[in-house]
């Protein structure tokens, strides 16, 4: 959340551990479709330098290290910061990512929210692969994290300021130049492929030249399911004759200030390749799944393709909102107080059954900010008005 906490009367329940809502199970195919089989990433290192890779073997085996920017090249986010930290590497099954969640250029304040070092620590799939159902991906918390070693949230806002709850900050101007702002850490809703790639390990990126037009898009992100995000541009063929630019799906039905998986509805576009699914995906010209970052709505990805893990929150329930697949991210929906029993995450106090704008959810209860549990990303929750949130 980019302003300050609200009263603690206007924080009913509010998806304290990254409430979800994205999209169905059976939209999610859209017109990419593709195989099952894990994505591959030998060829995706793009303009990207390499961070730290230790683990399996080094770089060498581990691709997805390889796209990581060499942070100790940046200038930083200015006078008075920490510099940007970055390491990564593989075990046999995971990729693992820990930075400082500094930005590699100069911090522009655009919320009243510090920036402050933090802790971040990921494990993704190494060899992800395409789930039998999608996943929401939270309507609070990391969904993912760019090269650079800074996450991303997903498309919305939070639930201030009052006027724009849950609205579409890209849209709404609440961004930087690259796309990023503080809450309680600084993160992305939307990415741009200048200030992630290593010619833009300057002080200003979003000053540089825009990539030609004739080069594909790098990778430039990493979703929590494993699989990656490149920019808009993309080879139409394996030959890569001609270049195309990726579009989103999604099209404006509502007011994008009021909550946003109300005011874009996802539309198959079959006879235009350059359309993506309901995740912000396809099956690429060597028929790998990889999401792409597009100027629309939902930017980076609409659901996860995946089986998305490393998030620092809890996978649990039904989940609630319009997916029906098993192990959604975010609270279990509820009637009543009955259906909360063992629903919220182990060690909380207690759990009830909550009205959120979002419906009614199981939520941790507290007399006290120690009785909170840590909410998506390792986002701090706080004992407000008897039960925890951001």
């Known amino acids: ?224 399911d494993g699989f990656p995000i490149y920019g808009a541009q993309e080879c139409e063929d394996a030959a890569c004759s001609k270049v195309v630019v990726m579009q989103s799906g999604y099209e404006k039905t509502g007011d994008p200030k009021t909550y946003v998986w109300k005011a874009y509805t996802w539309k198959a576009h079959a006879s235009d390749a350059t359309y993506l699914d309901a995740c912000n995906g396809h099956a690429g010209p060597k028929g790998d799944y990889h999401y792409h970052a597009t100027s629309g709505f939902p930017y980076l990805i609409g659901c996860y393709r995946g089986t998305p893990t490393g998030a620092g929150g809890m996978m649990m329930g039904t989940g609630s909102g319009a997916s029906s697949g098993t192990g959604t991210m975010g609270p279990k929906t509820c009637t009543a107080e009955a259906d909360c029993v063992g629903a919220c995450p182990p060690g909380s106090v207690g759990c009830t059954c909550g009205t959120t704008p979002m419906g009614k959810l199981c939520i941790p209860t507290c007399t006290k900010n120690a009785d909170c549990p840590a909410g998506m990303g390792g986002q701090t929750l706080t004992c407000q008005n008897g039960v925890c949130a951001p």
């Not at 290192?45 to 730290?52: K, Q, R």
């Not at 200038?75 to 400082?100: I, R």
């Not at 919320?111 to 395409?130: F, G, S, V």
Request: aromatic content about 8%.
């Open 1 to 224: 959340m980019p302003f300050p906490r609200p009263s603690a009367l206007a924080l009913t329940p509010i998806l304290v551990l990254a409430g979800a809502i994205g999209c169905s199970s059976t939209d999610a195919t859209g017109s990419g479709g593709g195989s099952s089989t894990s994505t591959d990433v030998t060829a995706a290192t793009g303009t990207g330098g390499s961070s730290t890779a230790t683990g399996a073997g080094g770089a060498a085996s581990c691709a997805q290290a390889a796209t990581m920017l060499d942070v100790s090249k940046a200038p930083g986010a200015g006078d008075g910061y920490a510099k940007p930290t970055l390491t990564s590497s593989c075990t046999d099954t995971a990729f693992v990512v820990e930075s400082n969640g500094m930005p590699t250029y100069t911090f522009v304040q655009t919320t009243p929210n510090a920036l402050k070092e933090q802790t971040d620590h990921w494990e993704i799939p190494r060899y992800p692969a395409k789930a039998a159902a999608t996943t929401e991906v939270p309507l609070l918390g990391v969904a993912g994290f760019a090269v650079n070693g800074m996450p991303f949230n997903g498309p919305n806002e939070a639930a201030q300021p009052a006027d724009e709850a849950y609205g579409d900050p890209v849209y709404n101007g609440l961004m930087d130049p690259c796309f990023g702002h503080t809450a309680n850490e600084y993160h992305y809703h939307s990415l741009s492929v200048k200030c992630l790639i290593a010619s833009g390990l300057v002080a200003k990126p979003w000053m540089d030249a825009d990539p030609p037009t004739t080069e594909a898009s790098p990778i430039i992100a990493w979703a929590l």
